[in-house]
């Protein structure tokens, strides 16, 4: 029996030894804690049984005195306040009688007798006094006074004879519960005693099958940590977890040098990888910087700049202030395409680009498009730098692939504040036809083909360059078809 008992405990799973330790512990403690809370709450309820019979049958004791006193008092003045009282007091009584303990089975016999005994004659010398008050108050027959007394004390007699049975009984159930209770320290500390052997047995089955095998594991894991795979394979008796964990510690053992030399390799080609994708990164800022010079190149800057400032002339001789104005316009953005050759300029320049370029734009479309812009207060545009041509792609865009397709027309926003975290945050803002979903999921996950695709190289030239210029800094776009498009740069500056 101890044979199958010791088999069937080493296949066990550890997860079900544990269970089955907790379960003895949890046991344990409930059948203690059962036992006394039953042992206590029934001493607690016996006694509170005892003492609320008790109660009430002192109760009805003092509510029939105070009854006959305020008949007496009713009696001699005959007031209508006594009168009040006295019915007061009468009602209190019956109430006080009525809460009596009436069940035969509870009670007992001669309770149960005695209890029925005080109802009765309270009932018969209620209804006599009711029939005879008034002529007892007339004086018009004496004797009916003194039977009414008559009757008072024989009620008495009867109250005190059912406290004094009710207090008889509760002591010697009293007695009973006491000696129960006087028993409960020994059957405590039996059970206590009981108990404490059964979990001490079951936690050492417990270690035993658990706790050194994994103690035998872990001193051959620091041997092997300090290269040492000579020591002997560990040996165990379990058939569970445990016993499939050395099985396979034992193997692991066996092929770790080669393991070794392996890791070795991987962390040589790990950091030939790391080395690439350095490289690689090095390559795209290099294309990135090639693709802003493209921008730059698209066109010959020197030769349209000197050719605009000679129109620029005669408009002003001929006095044509309006072509005059726009080809200044065009003329400072060639001048800023040509000077700009640094990576970084003012957001201030950035800004008096966007608004001579939104200009050129207003006078092409007419009153289709309206140019808003909301700089806010305490932006010191002036001391910060950002990236040169990092604006003018973005309303580009916002003009050529969203209000242009509109036949209304629509607006583009251009605003500058600082969010409650104190990034830079520079958003444009049309109203024009939106961008599908799709293609929107694409362009803030940062897939350049998909947004190349849709708003040409310039989104993705400015998505790149954000990315990688500046530490938690992002570009998102967020866009309803029909409804407009925002593009919102966060740079924490």
């Known amino acids: 029996m101890m044979n199958l008992f010791k088999d069937m405990w080493l296949r066990m799973p550890i997860e079900k030894k544990n269970r089955v330790y907790s379960i003895t512990i949890i046991g344990m403690v409930l059948i203690i804690g059962v036992f006394n809370l039953f042992v206590v709450i029934g001493s607690i309820k016996g006694l509170g049984l005892i003492l609320s019979d008790l109660s009430k049958c002192e109760n009805v004791q003092t509510a029939f005195e105070d009854e006959n006193d305020a008949l007496e008092k009713y009696l001699h003045s005959g007031l209508e306040e006594t009168k009040q009282n006295y019915e ?287 700089i806010e207060e305490g932006v010191d545009t002036d001391g910060i730098s950002v990236p040169a041509f990092l604006l003018q792609p973005l309303v580009e865009n916002s003009i050529i692939h969203g209000i242009s397709s509109k036949e209304e027309g629509g607006s583009v926003s251009l605003m500058v504040y600082r969010d409650g975290e104190g990034k830079l945050i520079i958003e444009v803002k049309d109203t024009g036809v939106g961008i599908p979903q799709d293609v929107l999921a694409s362009i803030n996950s940062g897939d350049s083909e998909s947004s190349d695709d849709h708003a040409g190289i310039g989104l993705s030239n400015v998505y790149k360059r954000i990315i990688g210029l500046y530490d938690n800094s992002d570009v998102k776009v967020e866009s309803i078809e029909d409804k407009g498009t925002t593009v919102k740069i966060c740079i924490r500056y």
């Not at 519960?177 to 404490?196: E, G, H, N, Q, S």
């Not at 020591?231 to 770790?256: A, P, Q, R």
């Not at 010959?300 to 700049?305: D, E, Q, R, S, T």
């Open 88 to 374: 007061s007091a009468c009602v209190h009584t019956r109430a006080c009688i009525n809460r009596l303990p009436y069940t035969y089975s509870k009670i007992g016999a001669e309770r149960f007798a005695r209890t029925w005994r005080v109802m009765n004659a309270y009932d018969y010398y209620n209804n006599y006094r009711k029939e005879h008050l008034q002529e007892i108050i007339s004086g018009e027959s004496p004797q009916q006074l003194y039977d009414l007394y008559d009757m008072q004390s024989d009620i008495s007699t009867y109250v005190q004879d059912l406290t004094k049975i009710t207090v008889q009984e509760g002591s010697i159930s009293y007695e009973d519960r006491v000696t129960v209770i006087d028993k409960l320290p020994i059957m405590l500390i039996f059970i206590t005693i009981l108990a404490l052997f059964i979990t001490i047995g079951v936690g050492r089955i417990l270690t035993y099958t658990v706790m050194h095998p994994i103690k035998k594991i872990a001193d051959n894991a620091r041997s092997i940590s300090e290269n040492n795979f000579d020591t002997e394979d560990i040996t165990v008796s379990n058939k569970d977890e445990l016993g499939e964990l050395v099985y396979t510690f034992n193997n692991m053992k066996h092929t770790m040098s080669d393991h070794i030399n392996t890791l070795h390799e991987n962390q040589r080609l790990t950091d030939q990888i790391h080395k690439d994708e350095v490289e690689k990164i090095e390559m795209e800022r290099q294309l990135n910087v090639a693709q802003l010079q493209l921008l730059q190149s698209q066109i010959n800057p020197h030769f349209l700049f000197n050719t605009l400032n000679m129109i620029s002339g005669m408009a002003e001789l001929e006095s044509a202030e309006t072509t005059q104005k726009m080809i200044n316009s065009l003329s400072h953005l060639f001048r800023y395409n040509l000077k700009t050759t640094d990576h970084y300029v003012s957001l201030s320049q950035e800004i008096k680009i966007i608004d001579d370029y939104m200009y050129l734009q207003k006078m092409r479309f007419g009153a289709r498009l309206e140019y808003n812009k909301e």
